[in-house]
């Protein structure tokens, strides 16, 4: 580091190689906030990154929809042999009493009428049987087309997202080597700034929402706006390590 005659703030020795003349402490200081804003915006696009990858909403939702619809399906489907078994006992049933009732060899009439009975009852219950078979074989047919239809809409889920994820994953690669190289950059930003600024500059960092530096347009500052005087403007541009007066951030004109 060196010091200029009566300058009141160092200037440290990072040379600008075209030039061989060290950069003033506000321009390393802007330098670095410029690196810290791309590296936030950085580490905030793979967090969203991470939360896709790891949600997969879309593709949760298809398949519960599926898992609902076999769910329904085999549901119906145990109604339906349910019924059908119970209509064939009840049928086998009902030709043994009717073979035994005129088979020929019943001569009590009170056995001939709880035969005739039992035989009606047989019947009676295997009509009604016949409804309830209807429906559930209907809503059989219906879950089926419905467990197709969910099995088309995952399939082509699943197909829509390897894609998306594919490209994510992509750029997650990309965005975390620029993360790497960034780190690496700001590293080496950081100790081209002399302790006190550094400090400072962490201190506001740290308060201001990570917006320690701004840029100054025309004698205004670039985040609050205020009016600066002519001589913190001129103390600015000579390269002094000053803040805003209103809001605070270190002041930097190029």
């Avoid at 898992?67 to 030709?95: G, I, M, N, S, V």
């Avoid at 829509?160 to 594919?166: C, I, K, M, S, Y």
């Avoid at 190289?181 to 506001?204: G, M």
């Amino acid at each position: 580091m060196r010091t200029t005659g009566k300058r009141k703030y160092k200037t440290f020795q990072l040379f600008n190689k075209s030039r061989e003349m060290p950069v003033k402490q506000t321009t390393a200081l802007y330098h670095l906030q410029q690196l810290d804003d791309k590296l936030a915006a950085t580490n905030k696009r793979l967090s969203e990154i991470a939360d896709l990858l790891d949600q997969n909403t879309v593709v949760r939702a298809a398949r519960s929809s599926l898992e609902q619809a076999e769910q329904d399906y085999h549901h119906w489907q145990t109604c339906q042999k349910a019924l059908e078994k119970e209509r064939t006992q009840l049928k086998e049933e009902a030709e043994q009493v009717e073979k035994r009732l005129y088979s020929g060899n019943i001569h009590n009439p009170r056995e001939l009428t709880d035969l005739q009975d039992k035989l009606a009852e047989l019947r009676r219950r295997h009509a009604e049987r016949e409804e309830p078979l209807l429906e559930a074989m209907f809503a059989l047919e219906e879950s089926e087309q419905s467990v197709q239809t969910a099995q088309d809409r995952l399939e082509k889920v699943l197909a829509e997202q390897a894609e998306t994820l594919g490209t994510l994953r992509d750029e997650q690669a990309k965005l975390t080597t620029q993360q790497n190289s960034l780190e690496t950059d700001i590293k080496q930003a950081r100790a081209a700034i002399n302790a006190p600024h550094l400090s400072l500059y962490d201190d506001l960092h740290s308060r201001l929402r990570g917006k320690a530096v701004t840029q100054v347009n025309g004698d205004e500052c670039g985040v609050c706006g205020v009016q600066l005087t002519s001589q913190l403007a001129q103390q600015v541009r000579r390269g002094e390590v000053l803040t805003c007066p209103t809001c605070q951030r270190i002041l930097h004109i190029n």
